[in-house]
């Protein structure tokens, strides 16, 4: 069997990997498919359509019940951990793992005839935010485990056989991780360096390369790892294009080393590792999918994976909830209780407000995702961008509204004689949910894609930069076309109808506001894409500022479901759910119509040319006078071929 490395993104020595290339890489590994309605993408399109995500869409009665059920099993037994602990020791107890797994909390989401518990969405998503709370570790550690880890991509892609192998071994407390990031790959995948090469005439593959920030990698039984197969010729004469390939292997193979316990600012109980494979044989059987779908593999797996962040997020909120209500209460200065002072109060109603919006829109993305009729592929991604950037700046303010004891650990409070309250903890462990699982920036290019993606179709070549001018003239007529029948669409709507959405008494005007902001938000677009054509892309402020008013318009939208269906279902605390969706929305709205201004008004362009100016070294002369301790530590990225820190095999030692 010959391998090649021709000039191919993925087949190309990492370093010489081109913008365009990693464009590529990425565009070749995105569902281009729609084949159900999409609310999110209807927003960006001017096409506000209330009836996909109201009435709010009803829980199977089934699942209700077994989730409950477990709920309240699983609410007890966190009552017997130690989140402290946790965070003291920087580990979770083996006890811990051991009773999680008895509870079947590895198999939350893993169907019932593979032994898992066949848990809903919504449940899943309860479950990762009562552990959270208990400790994010926790969190990170089941949503490594089941949101990306073995078990997801396994159910969805995988054959019969590989079903029957690992999800009941998952599903009993078999830990899983998933392995994409390398020292050199981060939000690009096509500079993969990790290799699969086929041997034994296509029995197997040998796996070589090192993966990086391995969450639940230092004990994981079981792993997903991205690898990159070159393209080569089998024994039987046909070609293959390889391509970066997705495979399940057990840890226990030789070759694979754990070098190492990365220890991080927040999260701390984390075991996260970076795990070398060397010369790895990995059987065929082993592979997911086809060769070269990989990414495929992993993106759609992130698809609902990336309802767990916001999931968790929900419990950050409720926590800061209650910790803000109760000390601003408790804490007198200046002749009354600190929450009574307007500018503490105005940060407890954004914390109110926004806990309503990130419940709603979880809780909203996570039903559709159970019900299955709607695609909720902007949803998730948007829900991932939104309820993290969000949820970090509700945990500022809980330490700002907590004074000096917000930046003081739990202990420390404690060991004076105080209630172990832990903000600075939360505003730590929140922080990694904007980089991991796309971090805000990309999660802004995916969604911004997806967005655009229907000025691209009709644009066609007038927004390709390789285009010539003639594609580009015929490229010009067909768009014409195509804006002439839409644009008049975006004139009017419900939003102009002060009737519209009545039954939503004090919210309606908002959801007009909506329907009236998502003409206006693809109108914008349709601007942007006149002005820059195929230069759009790399606009990335204006593009992330189209993304973010999407974002709000979706939270405020389900937040008015929301409410809605809390007045049907529980009228105890109906008129208050309105009260804060209302809150939350004219809260949201100041913020759509300061990016909608800045769409046109902002330092972009000056920014652009000092950003230049800074990398260029042309400021470094404002740098003096200071001490930078890290010079001379190494270098910024770490060699991938075996340094010094490849001596002990961690997994061993921590698997024990
Ligand atoms: C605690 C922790 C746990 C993790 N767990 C896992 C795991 O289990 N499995 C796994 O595979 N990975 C994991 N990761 C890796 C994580 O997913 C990456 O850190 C993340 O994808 C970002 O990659 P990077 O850190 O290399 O940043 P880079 O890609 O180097 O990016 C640096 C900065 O540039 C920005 N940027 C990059 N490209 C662009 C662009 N085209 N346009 C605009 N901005 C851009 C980024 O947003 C970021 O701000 C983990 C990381 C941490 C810290």
């Known amino acids: 069997m010959t391998s090649t490395t021709e000039n191919s993104a993925v087949g190309r020595s990492s370093s010489t990997v081109t913008a365009a290339e990693a464009r590529a890489v990425a565009e070749a590994a995105r569902e281009q498919e729609w084949s159900r309605p999409s609310f999110a993408k209807g927003l960006y399109l001017g096409d506000f359509d209330l009836g996909l995500i109201h009435p709010w869409p009803q829980a199977r009665a089934d699942d209700v019940e077994r989730g409950e059920a477990f709920m309240t099993a ?27 797994a008895e509870l079947g909390v590895f198999g939350m989401k893993i169907p019932r005839e593979y032994g898992g518990l066949g848990l809903s969405l919504v449940y899943y998503g309860r479950a990762l935010a009562l552990l959270g709370s208990v400790h994010p570790s926790l969190g990170a550690l089941i949503s490594a485990h089941q ?116 220890a991080f600012m927040g999260l701390h109980g984390i075991e996260n590792g970076v795990t070398r494979f060397h010369q790895v044989r990995v059987p065929a059987a082993n592979r997911l999918g086809k060769e070269g779908q990989g990414l495929k593999i992993a993106l759609t797996t992130l698809n609902t994976g990336r309802l767990s962040i916001p999931g968790l997020c929900v419990a950050a909120g409720k926590w800061s909830l209650k910790i803000a209500r109760e000390w601003s209460n408790a804490r007198t200065q200046w002749g009354r209780p600190v929450g009574k002072h307007e500018a503490v109060g105005k940060k407890i109603a954004f914390i109110a407000a926004t806990t309503f919006a990130l419940e709603a829109v979880f809780e909203l993305c996570a039903e559709m995702a159970d019900a299955g009729q709607k695609d909720i592929r902007i949803e998730a991604a948007l829900a991932k961008l939104w309820s993290t950037e969000l949820s970090c700046q509700i945990a500022d303010e809980l330490v700002q509204i907590r004074g000096g004891r917000g930046f003081e650990t739990a202990d420390s409070l404690e060991a004076r004689g105080e209630r172990a309250v832990a903000a600075e903890q939360l505003f730590r462990d929140l922080r990694i949910n904007r980089i991991f699982e796309g971090s805000s920036e990309i999660m802004r290019l995916l969604i911004a894609r997806e967005a655009v993606d229907a000025h691209l179709a009709a644009a066609g070549d007038l ?79 204006f593009l992330g500022r189209i993304v973010d008013i999407g974002a709000e318009l979706f939270a405020m939208a389900a937040s008015c479901s929301r409410a809605e269906a809390l007045l049907r279902s529980n009228p105890e605390h109906g008129a208050a759910a309105f009260e804060l969706a209302d809150a939350y929305c004219e809260q949201a709205r100041l913020r759509v119509d300061a990016s909608f201004e800045q769409l046109w008004k902002n330092t972009d362009d000056a920014d652009h040319a000092v950003s230049r100016k800074v990398l260029a070294g042309d400021y470094a002369w404002l740098e003096a006078g200071i001490l930078d301790s890290s010079e001379g530590t190494g270098p910024w990225i770490a060699d991938a071929t075996p340094g010094p820190s490849a001596r002990e095999n961690l997994h061993r030692k921590y698997r024990a």
């Open 74 to 100: 699983l609410r007890e037994y966190c009552q017997t951990m130690d989140g402290r602990a946790i965070e003291r020791d920087s580990r979770i107890p083996d006890r811990h793992l051991a009773g999680l």
């Open 463 to 541: 927004a390709s930069a390789d285009a010539s001018l003639q594609d580009k003239a015929r490229a010009a007529v067909g768009a014409t076309g195509f804006y002439a029948r839409w644009l008049p669409k975006l004139v009017a709507g419900a939003g102009m109808d002060p009737r519209s959405y009545g039954e939503f008494g004090r919210l309606a005007r908002h959801l007009r506001y909506v329907e009236r902001a998502s003409r206006k938000l693809a109108r914008q677009t349709f601007y942007g894409m006149g002005r820059w054509q195929a230069g759009l892309e790399h606009k990335q402020a």
């Open 147 to 262: 949101s990306i880890g073995v078990p997801e991509p396994v159910k969805v892609f995988g054959t019969d056989e590989q079903k029957q192998q690992y999800l009941p071994r998952c599903a009993a407390g078999a830990i899983t991780a998933f392995l994409l990031t390398e020292p050199d790959v981060g939000s690009d995948p096509a500079r993969m360096g990790c290799t699969a090469i086929p041997a034994d005439d296509g029995g197997s593959y040998v796996l070589d390369g090192v993966k990086l920030w391995t969450t639940n990698g230092v004990i994981a039984e079981l792993v997903v790892v991205m690898a990159k197969v070159p393209p080569y010729t089998a024994p039987d004469g046909t070609e293959h294009k390889g391509g970066i390939t997705a495979f399940v292997v057990d840890m226990d193979s030789p070759g694979i080393t754990v070098e190492n316990r990365n």
